[in-house]
């Protein structure tokens, strides 16, 4: 019984103790909560404004079966919405006149666990700016893959006309050969195979050519556009508010137990009469 009884002792003297000096720790706690409070107010408020991208992968290689895709590397795609490339889009998107890394120092981005969404973050000073700043970079990032797909698809139609091209010339000159009355019969077989062969390199790749026209170049979508933020991110009064009263409640606790003991090692008035041998007015 007698822990119990030491830890009620101990209760009942920090109780005591609150009760002699409550007027400084509620001076102390009120000081460092009002300190808060106004640094609350007098610190610059921050919007943030976020969308919602669904991202998908994007065919690599058109001419590949299945597109060449390799799936989505969600973190690959997060540094590609803070890139320089994306930046220089979502500023002509905004109208930003300055530099577009400097644009990107208000960017982050977010990937929700088990899914294929990146949440674009931007922060401002506005609300409004918050808002076109978070849909520029989900706007921007989207079209940089998108043109990057048409691009690939584009050369490789290219390459596949410049083929049929040259394959087409080959099979004009091998049916010229067969025409031909002058031409003797083992020409005549050779040229027939060479035809034969190019007739249906020529089909597959109009097949191909065919197939690109069709080629789904969409690298994602906005499943939830930015919107003006009605309140502030940062400062946050309530969150301010609460954690100053947490630290004056502590750091008043704190003092009053320290200045307690001090009187107590000192012994009183008398000890301190004794130690300074000067009265105490």
């Known amino acids: 019984m007698a822990p119990e009884s030491d830890d009620v002792a101990t209760f009942q003297g920090y109780l005591r103790l609150l009760r002699r000096r409550w007027l400084l720790i509620t001076l102390v706690t009120a000081l460092i909560l009002g300190a808060a409070v106004v640094s609350t107010f007098l610190v610059k408020p921050t919007y943030r404004s976020q969308a919602a991208v669904l991202v998908r992968a994007v065919t690599a290689d058109p001419l590949t079966p299945g597109g060449g895709s390799r799936g989505v590397n969600l973190d690959t795609e997060r540094q590609l919405v803070l890139s320089t490339v994306v930046a220089q889009r979502a500023a002509k998107t905004m ?167 001090s009187v107590e090692a000192l012994g009183g008035r008398d000890g301190l009469e004794q130690l300074l041998d000067r009265p105490v007015l």
């Not at 002058?182 to 390199?201: I, M, P, W, Y």
């Not at 009064?237 to 137990?257: C, H, K, S």
């Open 95 to 261: 109208g930003f006149a300055g530099s577009p890394t400097n644009l990107a120092e208000h960017v982050s981005v977010t990937v929700p666990a088990d899914t294929q969404v990146l949440i674009v973050n931007y922060s401002a000073p506005e609300p409004t700016l918050a808002q076109r700043g978070a849909q520029a970079f989900a706007d921007a990032y989207l079209s940089y893959r998108e043109d990057k797909a048409l691009r690939a698809v584009t050369s490789a139609g290219s390459a596949l006309q410049r083929r049929i091209r040259l394959l087409q010339d080959q099979l004009n000159e091998a049916n010229a050969t067969i025409a031909d009355p002058g031409a003797n019969a083992q020409r005549k077989r050779q040229a027939t195979a060479t035809r034969d062969f190019l007739v249906g390199e020529l089909g597959v790749l109009r097949v191909q050519s065919a197939t690109l026209s069709i080629v789904d170049i969409s690298a994602g979508e906005i499943i939830a556009p930015a919107r003006v933020p009605r309140r502030p991110a940062s400062p946050n009064l309530v969150l301010n508010t609460l954690a100053g009263l947490f630290l004056g409640l502590i750091v008043a606790v704190a003092l009053a137990i320290v200045r307690d003991r």
